[in-house]
Structures are given as C-alpha cells and as structure tokens.
Nanobody, 125 residues
Framework: QVQLVESGGGLVQAGGSLRLSCAASGRTFSRYAMGWFRQAPGKAREFVATISSSSGGSTYYGDSVKGRFTISRDNAKNTVYLQMNSLKPEDTAVYYC?????????????????WGQGTQVTVSS
C-alpha cells in the first residue's frame, strides 16, 4: 500500500512555471513506477508523464506536454516531481499523481493502483 499527497498547484500566468510534488508514504517507493495525469472540467482524464521505478529512470510524456514538462523522482525522499514550464491556458486541470506496482512505466491510467487526491493548476491567459 502507498498513499500519495500532491502539492504545488496554484494559479499562474501563461508562460509561467510550476513544480508539482507528490509525496508517498511507506518504505517501498522505489518499487513503484509513477505517473502524472490530469483532468480538466468536462474532459476525460489525460496522461501527462510517467517514470520508471529507479531514480533517474526512464520517462515518457504525453504529446501535449513534451518539451515543456519534466518528470523526476527522488527515491530517498519518496517524492516524484513534475516541473511544468511554458504553461498554457489549456494546461488548466486537476493534476493527479499515481503509483503503479512494478518497475516499468505506463501511460495507461488503469495500470496504476494508487492515486492522490489531486492538485488544481490554473493557467490564466
């Protein structure tokens, strides 16, 4: 079992940056691949980024954020991060951190068994 708590969301102007953090409970964080997903009002959940279980692990990004967002993790701190640069109004959404048992990353939400409560990101134009 792992519990996830996101932080770092807020209101930012277009072109600005935010860094989301997701703190995980437990001593087995390094056994989980991690992901970030987002959901805007009236829209389906969207894959954002994922990272494999090791520190400095393999990463993969959704097309809409590639080149602007960076996912990373610090297994010593049980934390995964999402650095978001060059933010656009269309990035406005609730951002969720998720954990998947096993080392391999995934872009599929149903592969992730543990989810945080979400943090709101609002980008104004």
């Amino acid at each position: 079992q792992v519990q996830l708590v996101e932080s770092g969301g807020g209101l930012v102007q277009a072109g600005g940056s935010l860094r989301l953090s997701c703190a995980a409970s437990g001593r087995t964080f390094s056994r989980y691949a991690m992901g970030w997903f987002r959901q805007a009002p009236g829209k389906a959940r969207e894959f954002v980024a994922t990272i494999s279980s090791s520190s400095g692990g393999s990463t993969y990004y959704g097309d809409s954020v590639k080149g602007r967002f960076t996912i990373s993790r610090d297994n010593a701190k049980n934390t995964v991060y999402l650095q978001m640069n060059s933010l656009k109004p269309e990035d406005t959404a609730v951002y969720y951190c998720a954990a998947k048992v096993g080392s391999s990353y995934s872009t599929t939400g149903t592969d992730f068994g543990f989810w945080g409560q979400g943090t709101q990101v609002t980008v104004s134009s």
